[in-house]
């Protein structure tokens, strides 16, 4: 076990390399120090929205620089982070918002043909919970809040010293998985930061990755075996 942190290894290399590239996705190419100013940005206007201390917040995004921001940023906010992943529809993700009691959901607009805002903007009556749907991407529907503003901008009157002493330590739930079963609604799982850390060593200890190692996430970031393929080289 270890008290390491997700927080802690990207503000650690967002120190030591931060002009190196750090995520690559469809649509960016980040740096270290690029990202970790998102992450900030972000975990500071989810304060500026009024969530509390493990409430939650409900992604559903693809492999997208933004749901390893928005996990980061829940993480250094106190925030509980579940990722959804992107097959599922209104059934599963009714369910998911439900059991999680979740007050955020985080979502593309369109993605591979199919409408998400719409999906959650229909469920939102049936939940009680659900205060905000917030649309990630270049894209986004009339109406709708974007995510990327969030990103890219912290909100007035709030530094990064507000942010002190709210993050997970490593042996605390800091995020729910979400398991996709067999024909059966999705299951939520508790997972501290230490397990996943664990997992991670052991990923990268038996890969051979290292600092200058580049490793492909094919499969969906916020599963438990998504996980360790953008952190483990961190």
């Known amino acids: 076990w ?11 290399n967002a120190r030591l390399y931060p002009q190196e590239e750090a995520f690559v996705d469809w649509h960016s190419r980040l740096t ?22 493990d409430q939650v917040v409900v992604s559903q995004l693809p492999n997208w620089n933004e749901v390893m921001q ?8 106190g925030i509980l982070f579940a990722g959804a992943i992107m097959p599922f529809r209104h059934t599963e993700m009714e369910h998911i918002l439900r ?3 979740a007050v955020a959901a985080v979502i593309p607009w369109n993605f591979r043909g199919f409408d998400h805002y719409a999906m959650v903007r229909e469920l939102k009556p049936r939940l009680p919970h659900l205060k905000h749907i917030l649309v990630a991407g270049a894209e986004v529907p009339p109406g709708a809040s974007p995510l990327q503003p969030m990103l890219e901008t912290p909100p007035r ?17 800091s995020a729910i998985g979400i398991t996709s079963g ?18 991670l060593k052991v990923f990268a200890q038996t890969s051979g990755l290292n600092k200058e190692s580049v ?20």
């Open 157 to 173: 009157g709030r530094g990064r010293e507000a942010l002190k002493g709210l993050a997970y330590p490593a042996m605390e739930t």
């Open 70 to 77: 928005l996990r980061l940023a829940c993480e250094k906010a």
């Open 182 to 199: 067999t024909t059966g609604l999705p299951k939520c799982v508790e997972w501290s930061t230490a397990v996943i850390m664990l997992a």
């Open 2 to 12: 270890t008290d390491e942190t997700f927080y802690g290894i990207w503000e650690r």
């Open 215 to 234: 490793s492909l996430s094919i499969t969906p970031i916020v599963t438990g075996i998504g996980y360790p393929t953008p952190l483990s080289t961190a």
């Open 99 to 101: 059991v999680t009691e």
């Open 32 to 53: 270290w120090a690029q990202m970790e100013e998102g992450i900030d940005n972000l975990a500071l206007n989810l304060l500026e929205m009024d969530i509390k201390r």
